[in-house]
């Protein structure tokens, strides 16, 4: 069964820092996109970051850049979302989500959410003191 499996979420302390995973399983391709979504009650999902495999080009939302990192770790199937300085606006459930196929081109046109594949259940980070 091809899956994503979000991790890592929990309670952190303003100016705190998490890393998320997204493990991958039963993927057959080599050349796909995984992206980070999150969603707030009240507010449409956001995307946050999406990585491809073929080259690890990356993209981020232009107002988390410097403070959030994607990452893929080959051997592990995983893709991590290192957080660091968070703020309580960043309190969401965060999201993994795959596209199989021309991963370099999604990336760079921003891994929109309404082309995605396949979808994690989901992982809630509250940032608070």
């Known amino acids: 069964e091809v899956q994503l499996v979000e991790s890592g979420g929990g309670l952190v302390q303003p100016g705190g820092s998490l890393r998320l995973s997204c493990a991958a399983s039963g993927f057959t391709f080599d050349d796909y996109a995984i992206a980070w979504f999150r969603q707030s009650p009240g507010k449409e999902r956001e995307g946050v970051s999406c990585i491809s495999s073929l080259d690890g080009s990356t993209f981020y939302a232009d107002s988390l850049k410097g403070r959030f990192t994607i990452s893929y770790d080959n051997a592990k199937s995983t893709v991590y979302l290192q957080m660091n300085s968070l703020k309580a606006e960043d309190t969401a459930v965060y999201y993994c989500?795959?596209?199989?196929?021309?991963?370099?081109?999604?990336?760079?046109?921003?891994?929109?959410?309404?082309?995605?594949?396949?979808w994690g259940q989901g992982t809630l980070v509250t940032v608070s003191s």
């Open positions: 989500a795959a596209e199989w196929g021309n991963s370099q081109a999604i990336v760079r046109t921003g891994c929109r959410s309404g082309s995605l594949e396949l």
